[in-house]
């Protein structure tokens, strides 16, 4: 998610307003309805999110 928000914020100007967020949001309410860790992919769709508009680069460290 981090990267095709950047990616978008970088290259389509506009469209990550209506095409890329839009998509994201159809993605995770998909990946939610199967899969069975659902808090665990909505903490990393948020998080990815968060850190493209952040302009966060590179992994995330998972609390030990």
Do not use: C, K
Not at 5 to 10: E, N, Q
Not at 22 to 31: A, E, H, K, Q
Not at 32 to 43: G, I, M
């Amino acid at each position: 998610m981090r990267n095709r928000v950047l990616v978008a914020r970088r290259h389509y100007g506009r469209r990550l307003w209506i095409e890329t967020l839009p998509g994201l949001l159809i993605r995770l309410i998909d990946s939610l309805r199967h899969d069975p860790d659902r808090w665990q992919q909505l903490s990393a769709y948020l998080h990815g999110i968060h850190d493209g508009f952040r302009n966060r680069t590179g992994s995330r460290r998972r609390p030990v």
